[in-house]
């Protein structure tokens, strides 16, 4: 996977274009100087000396990675599809030790998300495995502050990714946090989620003796409510979406991306119940690391990143499982900037790229490539990048 890689991988070749820039316009300096014949004495060290500061602060700059968004423009997903970075594992190691069957939830966050980070941590009480989306020198001593700040996060692993003049890296990402997890059962959260009180107790009681080819389903709701008022009881985020106050994550944006949940029937469960799975079903995962494959680091942006990892979890033959006593909860907040183009834009984008990841994994899986197997479109023929084909 690409965030195995070391720090030879992480893009430098503007760095080392403009250190090549300063080394010829120090020769060339010397040169006017030479067949000028000026001679500044006792001065001509100190000149050079300063010169030689003066390429190292331009080198310095250069190698400041602006924020997307702030006057840099994004190239396209297709293009760096394959784009590797540079990784540090265990930046921040837990001291803690926490039991094997412990289950630790896997996040994903970039830096101006850290204080969901540690709001989670408080509610989890959990192992917990991070990875930080670092855009620069000053994202890392952030880090250091809040570390130092919040005694929370001490325990919690965090792990950083550097930025490779992509779009931002959302599989890269998990992999990495998955991957670094301190126990094999993980669940995958974003960072804007809260979850349910004593979910961490529950969850473990559920792993312990489980199939590791069972993948365990978190309700997932989205809400209004600030956080101190965000439901932690099954009965109280019943009684908000009575109220209006909450609702079903993405209902709008994406039906099919969590109807296979059949919440009606969570509502009155209590036991766990299997669903079948159907494209493009996508729901927050509890399942056994070592037996998953990773989630495909084509996917940089917005669209179909988490969608096909399920899906390939489906060819693979795992079971899907709604657990009836827990819950996640996205907290709102100011609207996402995407790297890049618009929404819209990117999600087209990700169609063309998701046609060929389907592709490669049904050839992978032996699967006949013409044939719906869980209601995605035949992939032969005119039509795949069609977004009322995929939705």
Not at 216 to 237: D, E, H, M, Q
Not at 299 to 318: I, M, P, Q, R, S
Not at 330 to 355: A, K, Y
Request: one cysteine or more; charged letters at 20%.
């Amino acid at each position: 996977q690409a965030c195995d890689g070391g720090g030879e991988e992480e893009g430098g070749g503007g760095k080392g274009m403009l250190v090549k820039m300063m080394m010829m316009m120090g020769g060339w300096a010397l040169v006017l100087l030479h067949n000028a014949r000026v001679y500044i004495g006792r001065h001509r060290l100190l000149f050079l000396f300063g010169f030689i500061i003066f390429c190292f602060v331009l080198i310095h700059i250069s190698a400041k990675k602006p924020l997307p968004g702030r006057g840099k423009v994004e190239p396209s997903a297709i293009h760096t599809m394959f784009t590797t970075f540079h990784t540090v594992k265990f930046y921040n190691k837990p001291l803690r030790k926490f039991d094997e069957d412990d289950v630790t939830i896997a996040a994903q966050v970039s830096p101006n998300r850290l204080a969901r980070i540690v709001e989670m941590a408080i509610e989890w009480q959990g192992p917990m495995s991070v990875a930080l989306y670092v855009y620069s020198d000053e994202d890392v001593e952030e880090l250091d502050r809040y570390l130092v700040k919040y005694p929370a996060l001490r325990d919690v692993g965090i792990h950083l990714l550097y930025y490779n003049e992509t779009r931002y890296p959302v599989n890269n990402l998990r992999n990495l946090a998955v991957e670094a997890s301190l126990t094999p059962w993980v669940l995958i959260l974003d960072a804007d989620f809260v979850t349910s009180g004593g979910m961490l107790d529950y969850l473990n009681s559920v792993v312990r003796g489980s199939d590791h080819k069972t993948a365990y389903i978190i309700p997932a709701f989205s809400t209004t409510l600030p956080p101190t008022k965000i439901p932690r009881t099954k009965r109280g985020i019943i009684s908000a979406l009575i109220d209006g106050d909450a609702a079903v994550v993405n209902k709008n944006a994406c039906y099919k991306c969590h109807n296979v949940t059949d919440y009606h029937r969570w509502y009155f469960a209590l036991e766990p119940y299997q669903v079948w799975y159907r494209w493009v079903y996508e729901p927050f995962l509890l399942f056994y690391r070592d037996e998953a494959p990773p989630f495909r680091e084509e996917f940089k942006g917005y669209g179909f990143d988490k969608n096909t990892w399920v899906y390939n979890l489906a060819l693979l033959g795992w079971d899907f499982y709604v657990l009836p006593e827990a819950f996640i909860t996205h907290q709102p907040h100011e609207r996402t900037h995407w790297d890049g183009n618009n929404v819209d834009e990117q999600l087209g984008e990700m169609l063309s790229i998701v046609c060929g990841v389907v592709l490669d994994t049904k050839q992978a899986l032996g699967y006949p490539v013409d044939e719906s197997i869980y209601g995605e479109p035949p992939l032969l023929g005119k039509g795949c990048e069609t977004n009322q084909k995929w939705f």
